[in-house]
């Protein structure tokens, strides 16, 4: 390019120099044809047009200068557009592998969730609706979908086998951690998996550890031990059997009598000692009502409960499917594009609370489904119970650690301590025959749906030989449910998620001891009773929707011997008539329960739960208590003594 620009350069100086010979010639010829002019003239002719000559190959000079100065802009332009275009092709690059790994990630995803549709679809459930009754009093409900229950139940029909011949899962005594959210994750805040939810159903049982909090568990403990300190001063002259000790309502202690706020106001004199006395006793009761308070904040505002509203289908329930729940992060970043309709209704409520403590005593109940004593609802509602261990419960005996000891010599090296722990018979509420051992223990199932008339009417017309005689009563339905037993190695905090309608008893001292001597190979020649001074505490709360009723006529429930008419009424129709947190709501929403103290700013929830606790459920207690001594006293004279 610099070469063309020089060579027009020399043609045009060239040009130039053919007009400077041209002229001299004009000038000869001027000069020959007169003799008038002079050497002067002559000269300034030849200057003039030498000074035009110059001048024009100055103005050629400037030319190419020019034209290099723009060879240089034009280069200089030229390296600027590659270093772009550089630039713009290493950003398509990196733009295309960013693309590349989403998209890899993204195909990831969606072959593990064909790989999950393609296991649900092997053990996909058809559920057949047998009473499309809309009658609030007797029509089952749509949350009944998933959950075998009684007779009038919706039964599991994809494949009866599955349900005559279950099998014990490759590992039955496994506990699943929860350490952190994960992506495939998406029920339950993040807890729950698909294949958690699946074995859920498949086996009634899902064991979760790292639930709970620490400092809630050291809160627990204490809150445990004033409950059985408590107890030993009511009770020394009386011991339970079945359990060392029960109590109801856990979730109701720890609630202030009074929330005067005048009182926090309140300033004693300098010789008022009755003063102090009295507000050093009011400071010792309020610290002892936020220990107290741990087991609500347990049942209401833990993680239990978004995993039971989960195990129960009731948020899917909720959004209208599966998918609706699958893609909430999606609709909330298209909340415009979001047709989903949100059923609110929906809600999982308390039906009951119990805290309980084993000793040594050998008596426990056998295989047993909870009736409505401890479960105040009719058998066509779906629950779940969350069975917390308290102390640890270890079962050294698992498939796990059997696996690793090959010899009898290897096992009996084997320390343990016994203790009282929980056993539950894996697959049971969906078996064939556990309508036979709803017959032979008398269940919910068997009660008349109008409800018993009297305590007369219910000791005459109740079936079964009771619900803990299982062994005695039916032998082969015994075995039947021992051969399906799985016992956990249970921590402190470790949490049972078991179906309500699953089979399961207490396994006393005597019993753990007698069951770790045969799996060690030890022999045990004389049956010896175990004596320990441990408590072995453990915590259950039953779970259910907001739409299951109270069963119908004579009972003993709290709500019921309160106001009569809450008898066949929903959970939720209870707690809005009352205007008392009877069952109190922990999902989607919690009630407005947890401030203990009169400090706090919720005045209206405080002065419910206050009147529940303080008046209401006193009341119906005694009530409640002449029900039990009534019902006691037709037993022995029906067994004569």
């Known amino acids: 390019m610099i070469d063309d620009e020089e060579e027009d350069g020399s043609s045009i100086s060239s040009s130039g120099g053919d007009s400077y010979s041209s002229t001299s010639s004009i000038g000869s010829s001027s000069e020959n044809d007169s003799s008038s002019g002079g050497d002067n003239d002559v000269m300034d002719d030849y200057e003039s047009e030498d000074d035009a000559a110059y001048e024009a190959y100055d103005e050629l000079i400037g030319h ?65 609706d047998k009473n499309n009754n809309d009658n609030d ?51 339950a805040g993040g807890i729950l998996s698909d294949e958690m939810l699946q074995r859920y159903e498949e086996d009634g049982v899902l064991v979760i ?72 006793a009011d400071k010792s009761t309020e610290d002892d009502n936020i220990i107290l308070s741990s087991f609500r904040d347990l049942a209401m505002y833990s993680k239990i409960p978004r995993v039971a509203a989960s195990l129960l289908r009731l948020d899917e329930l909720r959004v209208g499917g599966e998918d609706n729940l699958k893609h909430k992060k999606r609709r909330r970043q298209h909340e415009e594009e979001d047709v989903t309709t949100v059923d609110d209704s929906i809600n999982l409520r308390i039906s009951r609370d119990i805290f309980l403590t084993k000793d040594d005593d050998d008596y426990a109940c056998g295989w047993h489904v909870d009736d409505t004593g ?79 008339k009297s305590a007369a009417d219910l000791i005459q017309r109740r ?27 249970l921590k402190k905090g470790d949490v049972i998620f078991h179906d309500r309608w699953l089979f399961h008893r207490t396994v006393t001292v005597g019993e753990y001891d007698k069951m770790a001597r045969e799996k060690s190979g030890e022999q045990q020649h004389e049956e010896k009773k175990i004596q320990t001074d441990k408590i072995f505490k453990r915590y259950s709360i039953r779970y259910a929707p907001g739409s299951s009723r109270v069963p119908p006529g004579y009972g003993v429930e709290l709500s019921v011997l309160h106001d009569e008419t809450n008898a066949n009424k929903t959970l939720d129709n209870i707690v809005e008539k009352s205007g008392s947190p009877w069952y109190p709501k922990v999902w989607p929403h919690v009630l407005k329960t947890k401030p203990i103290s009169s400090k706090t700013a919720e005045e209206e929830e405080i002065e419910g739960i206050t009147d529940l606790v303080h008046n209401k459920i006193p009341r119906a207690e005694v009530l409640q208590k002449e029900r039990k001594q009534e019902i006691q006293r037709l037993l022995k004279r029906r067994q004569g003594y």
């Open 137 to 187: 009093a007797t029509s089952t409900t749509r949350y009944q979908q998933f959950y075998p229950a009684n007779v009038q139940e919706k039964e599991y029909t994809h494949n009866a086998q599955d349900i005559d011949d279950y099998q014990l899962p490759k590992h039955p005594e496994r506990i699943y951690k929860h350490a952190s959210l994960s992506s495939k994750n998406y029920r």
């Open 463 to 489: 079936v079964g030989s009771g619900t803990c005689n299982i062994e005695s009563s039916a032998p082969n339905l015994y075995e039947k449910l021992e051969q399906n037993r799985v016992i956990y190695d």
């Open 209 to 280: 550890r790292n639930l709970i909090s620490p400092k809630l568990l050291d809160r627990l403990d204490t809150a445990s031990q004033m409950l059985i300190n408590d107890s030993k001063e009511e009770s020394r002259t009386k011991k339970r059997k079945q359990f060392h000790m029960v109590k109801n309502g856990a979730i109701f202690l720890g609630i202030p009598s009074s929330t005067n706020k005048n009182d926090d106001n309140k300033v004693c004199g300098s010789e008022d000692a009755s003063c102090e006395a009295n507000m050093e």
């Open 64 to 128: 190419d200068e020019l034209f290099r100065s723009m060879n240089n802009t034009l280069n200089d332009d030229n390296d600027d557009t590659h270093d772009i275009e550089r630039q713009v092709s290493i950003r398509r690059q990196v733009i295309v592998l960013v693309l590349s790994i989403l998209l890899t990630i993204l195909l990831s995803n969606f072959a593990y969730a064909g790989y999950q549709l393609l296991q649900l679809a092997k053990d996909s459930i058809e559920i057949v």
């Open 374 to 452: 401890f479960w105040p609802n009719v058998a066509s509602d779906p629950g779940v119970n969350a069975w917390i261990a308290l102390d640890d419960m270890s079962w050294p005996f698992t498939s796990a650690s059997d696996s690793s000891m090959t010899t009898a010599a290897d096992k009996k090296t084997q320390k343990y301590d016994p203790v009282a722990t929980f056993a539950l018979s894996l697959g049971s509420h969906r078996s064939s025959w556990r309508h036979e051992a709803y017959e032979v223990t008398g269940s919910t199932h068997t009660n008349p749906p109008e409800g018993y």
